[in-house]
C-alpha cells in the first residue's frame, strides 16, 4: 500500500520539531544517545497510491549483551499528514507501520528482533481503547496480526491532557473547587515555587527516593536526570529555536523543601515529567500550587497543551494508584488513552525476549512493591 524514500538526515526541520511530541525530538534523542540508545533519524518520502507525503521519524536502537538490538519509535509516527486531503484513518494508519517496518529493516543494526512502537493514537474512552487494541491486536480475529500487543507498555498509555489556549481565568474556573482551594491555601501558607538547575540535582534526587520507597516506583540513577537538565540548560545557551525548555521547580517553605517536579516544553506540548514529594507538610498543598506555576510557565511559552503524563485509566477508588488519577484529573484536562506499545517482531529472538519483559515487569510491579510496601 505504501511505499519509501528513507534518507538518514542529522537533524529535523524546525516546522516538524514544532509537531511533533518531544520522545521524537532531536533533543530526547540526544539525551537517550548519553544513556545506552543509539539514535537514529530519517527523513522519509512516502507514497499512497496517488497521494505524496512526508515525516520525520526518531529511532532509538539498544544492544543487549552484544547479541541482539531492539528498535524503539516513541509517540510516532505523527498522525498529523492529510491523503489526500482527510485524516488519515485507521486501517491506512497501521499498515503505514507495517510497511514502514519492512522498509525500514535493512537500515537497523543486524541481530534487531524487534521494532516497537509507541503510536499517537488515541480515544478518550479506555473501553473503546481496550476494545481497539483487541480488534485490532489480540483478539482471535485480530485484524492486524503482524503487529503484536506488548504486555508492558513503555510510555503511559493513560493521561489527562490540559489545553493552553484557554486564558489563565478560565484554567481556573474549569479546575475543581477544591484544586482552586488548594493553590490559594499554599500560597496564603507562604509556599513558595523556585526554579532550580542541574546544580539543584540532590535536592530533587533525595525527594525522588523518598517517593520511589514510599511508592515503590522503580526510578533511575541520579545521573540521568541531572544529565537531562545540563543537556537542557547548554541548548538554551545555544538559543536554538527547536530545542525544548527541561525547567525544574521546588516547592519550599520555610526552611523545608517538600515537593519537586521536571518539566519539558515545545510549542506542540508541554508535559509534566517527573514528580517527588517528601511527607512533611504535605496539608499545605505544594503539589498544586507547583503544578499551577508550571501550567501558567507553560502558557506563557507557548505551548498548546498540557500532558499530565501518567495515571489509571478509570475513576476506580481500589485501583492502587486511585490518588494519582483524582489529584491530576482535578485540573480538568481532557482524560486520554493510548493504546500503548506494540511490537513488530524481526527474529524468532522474539518471543523469548517478549517472555523476559513479562518477568521483569512482574518483579517491578508486583513482587519489589511488595517488598517496598512492608
Sequence with gaps: MFSFQIEKVDRQDNDAYKTQHYLQTDFWADFKSMHGWKKMLYKVNAKCESTDFSFYVSILV??????????????????GFTLPNEKISDDQYFNLLIDFSKAIKKELPKNTILIRFDPPYEFYDPDERDKAVKDFFTGKNAKYKFLKKNAVDIQPPDT??????????ELLSAMKSKWRYNIHLAEKKGVRI??????????FYDL???????????????????????????????????NPLVSLYIAKHENDTLAAIITLFTPYQA??????????KRNLMPAYLLQWTAIK??????????????????????????????FKTGFSGQNTHRIGSIDIATSPLYKPYK??????????????KAIVGR
Design 160 to 169: 489527562t491532557i490540559l489545553d493552553l489556549s484557554k486564558s489563565e481565568d
Design 297 to 326: 510557565d507553560a502558557k506563557n511559552f507557548g505551548s498548546k497543551t498540557y500532558d499530565f503524563y501518567g495515571m489509571p485509566p478509570r475513576d476506580d477508588e481500589t485501583h492502587p494508584m486511585y490518588g494519582l488519577y483524582r
Design 194 to 203: 523556585e526554579k532550580g538547575s542541574s546544580q539543584d540535582i540532590d535536592v
Design 208 to 242: 525522588y527516593l523518598e517517593t520511589s520507597k514510599r511508592d515503590g516506583i522503580a526510578i533511575h540513577s541520579k545521573k540521568y536526570y541531572q544529565d537531562l537538565l545540563e543537556l537542557s540548560e547548554k541548548k538554551q545557551k545555544e538559543n536554538s529555536s527547536s
Design 62 to 79: 539498544r544492544r543487549f549483551a552484544k547479541f541482539f538490538n531492539i528498535a524503539y519509535v516513541p509517540l510516532g509516527i505523527w498522525m
Design 355 to 368: 517472555t523476559a519483559e513479562k518477568l521483569r515487569s512482574f518483579y517491578f510491579k508486583k513482587i519489589k
Design 271 to 280: 508535559t509534566y515529567v517527573y514528580g517527588a514529594s517528601c511527607n512533611i
